[in-house]
């Protein structure tokens, strides 16, 4: 999936996260910036970074604001966020968990 413009989904509430999508040609980066980054920190990377891959996305800038977020809500508005930022003739909802 190919992201084509900037994207949010999610707030800044507790147990929820902001996360901030951007195109970045042949660039890959996703920053997180968590309450929680030490207890958790390794875990909502490898969901970010799993639920990306299942998307088929490989390049972009993703920024993640945690605020003590569960697994299914990470998953939930980062899969938002980059519907909302790629192009919509490209989705396939198959890969939605």
């Not at 909502?44 to 972009?60: S, Y």
């Not at 990470?74 to 396939?92: G, K, M, N, P, Y």
Request: hydrophobic share 45%; aromatic share 4%.
């Amino acid at each position: 999936m190919r992201i084509v413009k900037q994207a949010l989904a999610g707030t800044l509430e507790s147990s929820d996260l902001l996360v901030r999508v951007a195109p970045a040609e042949g660039e890959f980066s996703l920053m997180i910036h968590s309450e929680v980054q030490k207890q958790f920190g390794e875990q909502i990377r490898r969901v970010a970074e799993q639920t990306l891959a299942q998307l088929g996305v490989k390049e972009g800038i993703f920024i993640l604001e945690d605020k003590g977020a569960l697994d299914c809500v990470i998953r939930a508005r980062l899969q938002s966020a980059v519907l909302r930022a790629a192009d919509a003739e490209q989705i396939d909802w198959g890969k939605l968990q």
